[in-house]
């Protein structure tokens, strides 16, 4: 079973960029698919983005299309979300998480495993 580390979150101001990992241990990423979602205070846990481990298909939500870069290093056990052109409602706590699945899903429920999760702030 993986276990999974977020890192990378912090403060920037709009238009910075950050780079969020997601480590994994305990089990070789290069079968999971995996995904980036995040939680504003007050709403549900959202989709941004996924990378299948099957033909590395990528998938982002809509609201960081353009802007958000998923990429994994399967050497590295390791899955990146390099975040550019940030927005202040991009402001979040981003989680990273990894199904079974082959292939790519936007549905919280499909994904088993999950990280704490790093906050993102975003100022204006």
């Known amino acids: 079973q993986a276990q999974l580390v977020e890192s990378g979150g912090g403060l920037v101001q709009a238009g910075g960029s950050l780079r969020l990992s997601c480590a994994a241990s305990g089990r070789t990423f290069s079968t999971y698919t995996v995904g980036w979602f995040r939680q504003a205070p007050g709403e549900e846990r959202a989709f941004v983005a996924a990378?299948?481990?099957?033909?590395?298909?990528?998938y982002y939500g809509d609201s960081v299309k353009g802007r958000f870069t998923i990429s994994r290093d399967n050497a590295k056990n390791t899955v990146y979300l390099q975040m550019n052109s940030l927005k202040p409602e991009d402001t979040a706590i981003y989680y990273c998480?990894?199904?079974?699945?082959?292939?790519?899903?936007?549905?919280?429920?499909?994904?088993?495993?999950w990280g704490p999760g790093t906050q993102v702030t975003v100022s204006s």
């Open positions: 990378i299948s481990w099957r033909d590395s298909r990528t």
């Open positions: 998480a990894a199904t079974e699945t082959p292939i790519i899903t936007t549905y919280r429920s499909a994904y088993g495993h």
